[in-house]
């Protein structure tokens, strides 16, 4: 059974861990939840590989997929059928390493297309106006 932890479940969690001593289970595990990234991290994201997009002529899923071989990595597997090259999601990654991530990219447009990527949607906004 999984469940949130938090201080409004507190009791009730408090009163099946009862039950399930009474019962013999001898096995609970806890994991930490790390926030994923937000929303709005992901919009501006999208905006930029637009941006880039727009600026080096390339495809923005393009740019999404290089992006994350050259600031993620990949995953190697290895099966019955031979080995194979994940590349690593941007869907698991915490707030604090999509910021990371985004900062990885941001110099990348800085230093090496000389372009500024807007920091938060007011700017993308201006940019569009």
Not at 12 to 33: D, P, T
Not at 96 to 110: C, Q, T, V, W
């Amino acid at each position: 059974m999984d469940f949130d932890l938090n201080k409004s479940n507190s009791e009730i969690i408090k009163k099946y861990l009862n039950s399930l001593f009474s019962k013999g289970v001898n096995l609970i595990s806890i994991k930490e939840v790390k926030e994923t990234r937000r929303i709005r991290q992901n919009r501006l994201y999208w905006e930029w590989l637009h941006i880039i997009a727009d600026y080096t002529g390339d495809n923005s899923n393009y740019l999404h997929e290089i992006f994350k071989e050259k600031y993620l990595g990949s995953e190697v597997l290895t099966g019955v059928n031979g080995i194979v090259n994940v590349r690593k999601t941007t869907t698991k990654l915490s707030v604090k390493e999509f910021s990371k991530y985004m900062s990885e990219i941001e110099l990348f447009a800085k230093e090496y297309l000389k372009i500024k990527l807007p920091t938060n949607e007011s700017n993308i906004n201006q940019l569009k106006n």
